[in-house]
């Protein structure tokens, strides 16, 4: 009997289904509609490895602009582990960003393998879990959905909290059934936003992007209360960013997960500062 060959190819969206479910069974908690936004960012940067048409190994390789990328989904079904195929999709995804900075958010376990394969560790970026309480009216001022603002002065505002440019992504994240998309506006210019969106146990922020601290806690506040009261919710901060600590400490929030950001080059050079929310572990 012939042994089986691997596969490896594209995904279609269908499968970006698959990707979503494996991530859900090793608990990363992914978004209800985060497939269709995830595939926005780039079709062609899911791979899926396959034996006799069986589902063994998925990966995502997304890049973004010409000098960027990321890659997330890395999973391997359990029965399979241990063969060989990780390293085999692995090698395929970053074979397709080469010549890239890459970036990669890894799980504690898989560490060491990320630093062997030319990664080196930026920060930590840490999951913190809280419960809405009781509503009540906090200050919204200036606080509106994005709707209300002009697409190209979010995308120029996302730009300098990203690497790189990510217009397609973000205008399916943004406008995703189900989330909360708040943008602060002082009258003049964009001065933070953020998202909260649906998932299969309670909700993620992400981004929270914001100037000072006290536009992020607004922002945060009207985030948080598009949900119910008792309502799980979660936020991703670069530990590297103390009025992020600062928030998720005042808020009574509990630390639940973490993982390392690394890059295969330069860390990039953006304003930590304002970065509250991580958009997401997957697509950076």
């Known amino acids: 009997m012939a042994e089986p060959i691997l596969d490896i190819r594209t995904m279609r969206r269908a499968d970006l289904d698959l990707a979503i479910e494996w991530a859900a069974r090793e608990g990363w908690n992914p978004g209800i509609r985060d497939a269709a936004c995830f595939f926005a960012a ?20 997304v890049r973004y602009g010409e000098e960027f990328g990321f890659v997330g989904f890395y999973i391997v079904e ?29 799980v504690v376990a ?14 930590r970026n840490i999951r913190y879990a809280g419960r809405q309480g009781p509503g009540g009216s906090g200050d919204e001022a ?25 217009e397609d992504f973000l205008r399916t994240w943004i406008a995703q059934p189900g989330g909360a998309a708040r943008g602060a506006w002082d009258g003049a210019r964009l001065r933070g936003y953020g998202l909260i969106r649906p998932c299969r146990q309670g909700h993620k922020i992400g981004p929270l992007f914001a100037d000072d601290p006290e536009v992020g806690e607004r922002l945060f506040q009207a985030l948080t209360r598009s949900v119910g009261e008792g309502e799980l919710f979660y ?7 103390p009025d992020a600590v600062d928030l998720v400490c005042r808020h009574a929030m509990e630390m639940v997960f973490e993982t390392a950001r690394m890059y295969t080059g330069e860390c990039p050079r953006l304003p930590i500062s304002s970065m509250f929310g991580v958009t997401s572990f997957e697509l950076g």
Request: proline share 8%; aromatic share 10%; hydrophobic share 40%.
């Open 42 to 61: 780039d079709p062609e940067g899911f791979l899926l490895a396959s034996l006799d048409d069986q589902p063994v190994a998925v990966i995502s390789a």
């Open 235 to 241: 936020l991703d901060i670069p530990e590297t960013n």
């Open 142 to 166: 200036g606080i509106i959905p994005l709707t209300e603002i002009p697409f190209e002065t979010l995308a120029a505002y996302d730009r300098r909290h990203f690497p790189a440019p990510r």
């Open 110 to 123: 898989q560490q060491e393998n990320y630093l062997k394969s030319g990664f080196r560790l930026a920060y």
């Open 78 to 106: 359990p029965a399979f582990r241990g063969q060989g195929f990780g390293l085999r999709i692995w090698q395929a995804a970053m074979e397709r960003l080469a010549g890239r900075n890459v970036g990669i958010d890894g």
